[in-house]
């Protein structure tokens, strides 16, 4: 009675042999039984493998891993039903209780546990000639070796490694972590993956990757073998290409990340003590040792390592001696001199020489103002003739004398030689009649017509008569200093920066605090100016783009100023190119662009205000000269794509192509791309071309041909500046003929009435019946104005929070001395 | 009052500069000017520069006298100065007609030639005036770069035929063209070349008066050219280019004559200043606009500067061009013709800046501007409603038709054009030192009121309106003939 069972058992196994045998003859002869090629996109599988060496693949077996095989029992005891086992009290039971007779089914049951025998589903259907029938039971015991669709992803990962292939190898890994997170085997090679490739990406140049991998490693299992060498050698090669390049803040941060991972690695040691060492040779090296220079090496010590307790005592100690501002701008005045050409000449101009009326207030024309030439302004004739009684007592920088009425006469002279384009103003060319000294202390002025605001043509800055054209004087073959007369001297100038010097009459007097020094240092775009002010470099920054005001407001440590007149950009063409004097095309250019849009989504990066807004002309909303009822410029890209054929057709062209220069102010950088896509649609090709501010307005200002320019204007006085505004070359020699590149004739002629205008009521007609026509005529296309910011830090005060110029009340900044240190030590 | 003489009688004052020079020559004074050769004096001088010793220049004068019999003929009687004009140097180009002092009587016409150097290039240069006695005129500057010493001669001649201007007698117009007599023009030339006159020979017209003490005034007739249309024999008959109207006119009070002088492109700019004419002050910022003349196609010179000057290189046009300055980009100003390179002496011209007629060709251009872009929208709309009716859209035709009557009616820009003329006439009415209504600006006015009418009628989208309307009357209609419903029992 207890053998059927085992007989039933046997038939059936002999039975699934069978069948699995033919199947698996069945699978070899119409496919060979070989892994997927695509493992991670496969269906999973097992792979069997039977005692005669058929492999089957079979769908996933479960438990997995199977638990171990029963041992195979001893030859005699080869019964698979254990003996009856009675118990003493007798295996037969009162009425009414269950049996205690134990059958050997209930044995055989347990016998069919996984340990013994499994059920497997063919992956894939065999030609067994039994259906479609894919399960069957399979014998432990005749099973030769089973691998799991785990193990031959981990194998094939393996593979993949030793290959380099490291991405894919990671893929295999992750799909054994998806099916089973705690596969023997997964974590270990998962750790040795990050390590080589880590490695790879080090010996590959991939720094940053493979510093991030072996930092993964380094969190999953710091002690893994090599791994902390392997780091810090990686670590140390970064950081002393840090050091070299300068960037000693990120080395700084290296630094610390490594000495997170290990601070007693050998390397990491060795770093801090170079950075230490570095930072006092900086600290070391002072030149003549002048303040100045002791100042900047110490500056440059501590940016080099911050935190270096008695390199920062005699930082405090110089920087009370000699108290810098450092201002981030994106141009300098190259070079400085006794011209304004560009907005970074008009924001040294006043610091380095004093105009001779430093406003249009009636103290200033008594001659009140300390900050200017004039003692005194006298007018006859109708204003055609003015005495200008110079003040005595200013010296020029140079120490050589005072300014006299000499040099006052030979400045406003100069502004009148075509052939001195630095200084030429064809305006004044045209107003002044004769200037000559009376004596040391007047000048006489013989104008054609009254000035409208004196201050307007007296307020450009007096070089000195003895200097050359260029302001300065030659005291040796290297050593040619430029000579001025304001609160400030140039100390040094180039194409990076400008080093301006309080004189020291100018600060005799002043407090501890005082400015004794400013530094402008021009950054190749705004990102990078304010990047250097948020790291502390500089303490004011002249320029805050619209979209980085809240951003930079709220930093406490920082405070946003705002100019008191906004800032209007406009496209400035050039008449002179035959496609820009078509007035079909310009209206073309002008349909084309989307104010509101390009406004809200690349300049403000929000919603248009009333500060803030699309622009109509070029003189801003609710100035006197802002014609009302002036229709607003529509955005039609239809009537675009229309007028630009028929621009085309009229020019004969056979395709529109513009260049169009701007400078590298960040709004105007992300505008611009915008702008390009715009005219693009309208089929008009345009060349965008990043030149630095101050190069692109004062080659503009002298006349150079040019396609389209990006210009950012703000305007004091619109009937004073507005030809500057509409036709960049209106002041320039006649040589250049910049005034054709005014591309509207008809504008040009009120411009020029305007310029004639005697009094007031007939100049502010004139102003708004151009702003009036310049919607039609469209000499410039006006695209938006915004308000314009500039920021400063804490360690600054005095600057007021609405100012006309960066520098106003400049004499009444103090500042204290501050290095940045890093976040990690604050 | 007529006071158109018969020009033979008027013929008596230039015969007797003619008679003078004849009998100093000791010809006879009946030779007619058309076989009366050319006495042309030569004063060649050279820049110590330019290397030209006595050897190479005798040597060169020489080889082009050569060349002037072979290719030229009798027609130029040279005689080559010993000693040259002390005018002949550096300020050539400076001289004027009236320092020219101490030349032979004899001669017709005197070259004034100066051989230098390039500084830029070094290589010898040929720079001269052409003088001529009957009529005290000094030519235009004209230059000529020798490329190579051995090329002189060849340059030389070349040269010589840019100095050269035939004379002539203005003898009659006819059919609105002028009958020249050109001197010389009957004696056969050597070749092609040596042609005294030949089709395009431009000329000026020079007015020489009697005055009351017998002396001859010699005027130039200002911004006129005679261009030689076509040569019968010795007659060349020629177009008047001319800024006035009747620029030959007999209509003179004192006995005059008129004669010609053959003129070529110099290699000067021309000079001018425009002045406003009321005020005296520049007229700066205007547009000077070139055309060969008589209507060839125009080009942008430049503009005025702020005192109201311009410089005219010589452009690609080698005759006479008309010059014309234009107020905005249309409303002319001025308009003269001119030979480029001429004279390098600046010239001043008054001119009305018509500031008025400026004003409302720019409102005019305002209002052109938006009739275009109406014609463009409603252009665009009638193409897609045309669309959505081909493909029986009606719905997208309904919206269409909504979307155009949104847009300016033709009436409202005929309304705005008629208030801007009612405007400028009454401008015009009360304007008294200044025109308003220029033919420009009349013109431009019917040119709008042209585009209105023929570009902004609604008669397109009318008719696709009228298609809606018929089509909804349509569906309309099926809708009232279906069947009504059976009404429900009971």
């Known amino acids: 009675m207890t053998r059927p069972a085992p007989h039933r058992l046997a038939a059936a196994a002999s039975t699934l042999l069978i069948v699995l045998a033919a199947a698996a003859a069945s699978l070899g002869q119409d496919a060979p039984v070989v892994t997927p090629d695509d493992l991670l996109g496969s269906y999973p599988f097992d792979r069997i493998t039977l005692p005669d060496d058929t492999v089957i693949l079979v769908e996933p077996v479960s438990p997995r891993p199977l638990p171990p095989t029963e041992p195979p029992k001893a030859k005699g005891s080869s019964s698979l039903i254990p003996p009856t086992r009675i118990p003493l009290e007798g295996n037969v039971g009162l009425p009414g209780e269950p049996s205690k007779v134990e059958t050997p089914r209930a044995n055989a049951r347990k016998e069919e546990g996984p340990d013994v025998v499994i059920n497997v589903h063919l992956a894939r259907e065999a030609a067994t000639g039994r259906g479609d029938a894919r399960d069957f039971k399979l014998k432990r015991a005749h099973i030769k070796k089973i691998e799991y669709f785990e193990d031959v992803l981990l194998a094939e990962g393996d593979e993949l490694a030793k290959a380099r292939d490291f991405t894919r190898a990671f893929e295999h890994y992750l799909r054994v972590q998806q099916r089973a997170p705690d596969w023997p085997g997964l974590t270990d090679r998962v750790h040795a993956l990050l390590f080589a490739e880590g490695k790879q990406a080090l010996s590959d140049g991939d720094v940053a990757r493979g510093l991030r991998l072996l930092r993964e490693l380094h969190a999953r299992r710091p002690d893994y073998p090599g791994l902390v060498d392997q780091i810090a050698a990686a670590y140390a090669g970064r950081i002393d290409r840090a050091i070299e390049l300068g960037l000693y803040p990120e080395g700084r941060r290296l630094l610390h990340e490594l000495e997170g991972i290990s601070a007693d690695v050998r390397q990491a040691q060795e770093l801090r003590a170079k950075f230490q060492e570095l930072a006092r040779a900086r600290a070391a090296r002072v030149g003549s040792g002048t303040d100045a220079e002791r100042l900047d090496a110490l500056v440059d010590a501590l940016r080099i390592w911050p935190d270096q307790a008695e390199l920062q005592a005699e930082y405090a100690r110089v920087f009370a001696a000699l108290p810098t501002l450092d201002v981030a701008v994106t141009d300098v005045a190259t070079p400085p001199g006794p011209w304004v050409r560009s907005p970074a000449d008009e924001r040294v101009a006043r610091l380095l020489f004093r105009p001779i009326l430093a406003d249009d207030s009636e103290e200033a024309r008594k001659g009140e103002r300390p900050d200017q030439l004039a003692a005194g302004i006298e007018a006859t004739d109708l204003g055609r003739r003015l005495v200008v009684k110079v003040r005595a007592g200013i010296p020029w920088s140079d120490g050589s004398r005072d300014v006299s009425a000499l040099d006052v006469a030979r400045a406003l002279i100069d502004r009148c030689n075509p052939r001195d384009p630095l200084k030429y103003q064809a305006r004044w060319a045209d107003l002044l009649d004769r200037a000559r000294p009376l004596d040391e202390r007047q000048v006489e002025l013989q104008l054609k017509r009254p000035l409208l605001r004196t201050s307007f043509q007296l307020d450009a800055p007096v070089g000195a008569a003895h200097a050359g054209a260029d302001g300065r004087v030659v005291l040796s073959a290297r050593d040619r200093p430029l000579v001025g007369s304001g609160p400030f001297a140039c100390f040094a100038a180039t194409p990076d920066s400008i080093d301006l010097r309080a004189v020291a009459e100018a600060s005799g007097a002043a407090s501890a605090g005082a400015l004794r020094r400013l530094r402008e240092v021009r950054y190749d775009d705004s990102a990078a100016a304010t990047a250097a002010f948020l790291r502390g470099d500089a303490a004011l920054i002249d320029h805050v783009p619209p979209f980085q005001a809240a951003t930079l407001a709220a930093d406490p440590d920082v405070t946003i100023g705002t100019y008191a007149r906004p800032v209007v950009h406009v496209l400035a063409l050039d008449g002179r190119n035959p496609l820009l004097r078509n007035r079909t095309f310009r209206r073309a250019l002008s349909y084309a662009i989307d104010r509101k849009g390009l406004l809200e989504e690349s300049i403000l990066r929000g919603p248009s205000t009333a500060a803030d807004l699309p622009a109509d002309g070029v003189f801003p909303r609710g100035d006197p000269a802002d014609a009302p009822g002036v229709k607003p410029l529509e955005h039609n890209p239809v009537l675009a794509v229309a007028l630009a054929a028929l621009a085309r057709g009229e020019l004969k062209a056979e395709a529109l192509k513009l260049k169009l220069e701007y400078p590298p102010i960040a709004e105007v950088q992300a505008v611009v791309p915008r702008l390009v896509e715009a005219f693009a649609m309208a089929r008009i090709t345009v060349e965008p071309v990043a030149v630095p501010r101050s190069k692109l307005e004062s080659e503009l200002r002298a006349g150079r041909r040019f396609d389209m320019a990006y210009r950012v204007l703000r305007c004091d006085e619109p009937v004073l500046d507005a030809g500057p505004m509409i036709c960049p070359g209106y002041d320039a020699p006649p040589s250049a003929g910049a005034l054709a590149s005014a591309a509207s004739p008809r504008i040009l002629q009120l411009l020029l009435r305007l310029e004639q205008a005697a009094e007031w009521p007939s100049a502010r007609g004139a102003a708004v019946e151009i702003d009036r026509e310049l919607r039609d005529e469209l000499p410039v296309i006006p695209l938006w104005q915004t308000v314009d910011r500039f920021a400063w830090r804490s360690r600054l005060k005095g600057p007021a929070e609405t100012a006309e110029r960066l520098y106003d009340g400049l004499e009444t900044w103090e500042i204290a001395p501050w290095i940045a240190k890093d976040p990690w030590a604050r | ?490």
């Not at chain 2, 004068?61 to 130029?76: H, I, K, Q, T």
């Not at chain 2, 230059?143 to 190579?148: A, F, G, H, P, T």
């Not at chain 2, 201007?165 to 050109?182: C, D, F, H, T």
């Not at chain 2, 600006?441 to 709008?448: C, H, K, S, V």
Request: hydrophobic fraction near 40%; glycine fraction near 8%.
């Open chain 2, 1 to 490: 009052m007529d006071r158109q003489r018969p020009l033979g009688p008027l013929i008596a004052p230039l015969a007797l500069l003619l008679f003078a020079t004849t009998v100093a020559r000791g010809e006879e004074p009946a030779t007619a000017i058309e076989n009366r050769p050319y006495r042309i004096a030569l004063h060649l001088a050279s820049d110590p520069a330019a290397r030209l010793g006595d050897r190479l220049r005798d040597e060169l004068v020489a080889r082009w006298l050569e060349l002037v019999r072979r290719f030229v003929g009798p027609s130029w009687s040279i005689e080559v100065a010993e000693t040259p004009s002390p005018l002949v140097g550096d300020g050539l180009a400076r001289v004027k007609a009236e320092e020219v002092r101490g030349l032979d009587p004899g001669v017709d016409k005197a070259w004034l030639i100066w051989a230098t150097t390039d500084p830029a290039t070094s290589d010898l240069v040929l720079e001269g005036r052409e003088y001529d006695a009957g009529t005290r005129w000094l030519g235009p500057f004209q230059r000529r770069d020798v490329l190579s010493p051995l090329d002189a001669p060849r340059a030389l001649f070349l040269f010589t035929l840019d100095l050269f201007s035939p004379s002539a007698l203005i003898v009659g117009q006819e059919g609105g063209r002028a009958l020249l007599k050109v001197q010389g023009a009957a004696i056969p030339a050597a070749s092609d070349l040596g042609a005294t006159v030949a089709e395009g020979t431009t000329f000026i017209p020079i007015r020489l008066i009697t005055m009351r003490d017998e002396s001859i005034r010699i005027t130039r007739i200002a911004f006129t050219y005679l261009v030689a249309e076509s040569v019968e024999g010795s007659t060349a008959r020629c177009a008047i280019v001319s800024a006035y109207r009747d620029p030959l006119s007999q209509r003179i009070a004192r006995p005059n004559t008129l004669t010609a002088l053959g003129i070529k492109p110099g290699g000067d700019a021309l000079r001018f200043r425009f002045v406003d004419r009321t005020t005296k002050g520049p007229a700066a910022g205007y547009t000077l606009t070139e055309r060969p003349a008589p209507d060839g196609p125009a080009r942008n010179v430049g503009m005025t500067d702020r005192s109201g000057r311009i410089e005219v290189p010589p452009g690609p046009t080698r005759g006479v061009v008309k010059l014309r300055l234009l107020a905005g980009d249309a409303e002319p100003l001025a308009e003269f013709p001119i030979m480029p390179g001429e004279s390098g002496e600046e010239r001043e011209i008054a001119v009305d800046p018509l500031p008025l007629a400026s004003k409302y060709q720019a409102r005019l251009d305002a209002l052109r501007d938006a009739i275009i872009d109406q014609v463009a929208l409603r252009g665009r709309l009638e193409r897609l409603m045309e669309t959505r009716a081909e493909g029986e859209d009606w719905s997208g035709l309904e919206a269409l038709l909504k979307e155009y009557d949104l847009l300016p009616s033709s009436a409202s820009f005929g309304e705005a054009l008629a208030k801007l003329k009612d405007e400028a006439l009454k401008a015009a009415y009360e304007a008294t030192r200044t025109t308003v209504l220029t033919r420009n600006l009349q013109a431009q006015f019917d040119e709008i009121q042209g585009l209105i009418d023929g570009y902004l009628a609604d008669d397109a989208s009318r008719a696709f309106g009228e298609a809606l309307a018929s089509r909804k009357k349509k569906e309309a209609d099926a809708a009232a003939r279906k069947p009504a419903p059976p009404k429900p029992p009971g």
